[in-house]
């Protein structure tokens, strides 16, 4: 009897952030691969599932959250006798058998990071995590080289039991860039401003953005996100750089149209398992990207992108080491549906 694969599709009830986005899409270009019946999605009561071709997708279970992918999902998988297929950093404790896909180790790697109630309760849960997946998952799906690196650094995982599937850009292609977004923000001209995407996650890097600002005050700097980055700003004693426009959050299409006409999106993360935001500019039009120079971002880049030197560097767009190859050859080089095929190619071998 041909193995069943059921996909803890809770994340479609989920705010999506690079995690749910990076399912969302490998599930899609899955679908033109496997044959009808090969896999399943499996998610709660009032979740709304995609329409597949070949995936059938199923409602299950009386809980929501947590306690849905903790004990609705592996009673799911017992009785319909199938294996499991977790991308989302997050196995159930108990009765999981299948694979399970660890974007990244952050929470292990760099609990510098985590130093409030919050976020050390978060570390504990994931760090609990990773320990569980990698003792009981048959095999273990990451994004890039360097994760698999530090999942067999930090958990003793065998290099034969993780395959790579890499994140990929081609969602990027569905969105229309908004134009007007020029109208609401007089002070962004086409082509003459820096954009970077922020968040109060320290491994976002957000202060070097800010710094970059105040050492070149003939620029100007957009930051999309949340309305409580001025009020950190103003906390690290950078607030009022007249050369900084706050944009809040941003829609799709305004990201699109922001990352076109930008002189360089700027990613100088401290902490990436892959590390999209950059990919997904170049594939909008970015004529450049600048990240932080890192292994992990070596990798996924390459010569098309600058690199910031994070040691001496301390925030100064003109000191970032530049490209040596067009940013758009990157998008020869990853796509969902070679990553459709590769974790398709893994699920065949179970």
Known sequence: MATVWAVDGSFFGQRISGIQRYSIELLSALDALV??????????????LPVYQNIRTVTFGTRRGALWQQLDYPAYLRQRGAKGLATCNVIPLFGFTGVAVVHDVCYRARPDFYTDLRGRLSAAWHRLQYRRIAAVAERIVTVSEFSRQEIQRYYGVEPERITVVY????????????????????????????????????????????????????AVFAIAGGGSLAAQAKRLGLDGLPNVVYLGYVSD??????????????????????????LEAVACGAPRIYVSDTPCMREVYGDCAGYIDLADNAGDVDRVRPPRRDPAELLRRYSWEKSAQALWDLLKTL
């Open 35 to 48: 044959p009808a019946g090969a896999v399943e999605v499996v998610a709660p009561h009032g979740v709304r």
């Open 253 to 278: 299409g305004e990201a699109k149209a922001l990352m076109h006409h930008c002189r360089a999106f700027l990613f100088p993360t401290l902490y990436e398992g892959f590390g999209i935001p950059p």
């Open 167 to 218: 994140n990929a850009w081609q969602q990027m292609q569905r969105i229309a860039p908004d134009e007007r977004i020029f109208a609401k923000t007089p002070g962004l001209r086409r082509g003459e401003y820096y954009f970077s995407m922020a968040n109060l996650l320290k491994n976002k890097n957000f202060p070097w953005v800010l710094r970059a600002a105040k050492a070149k005050p003939d």
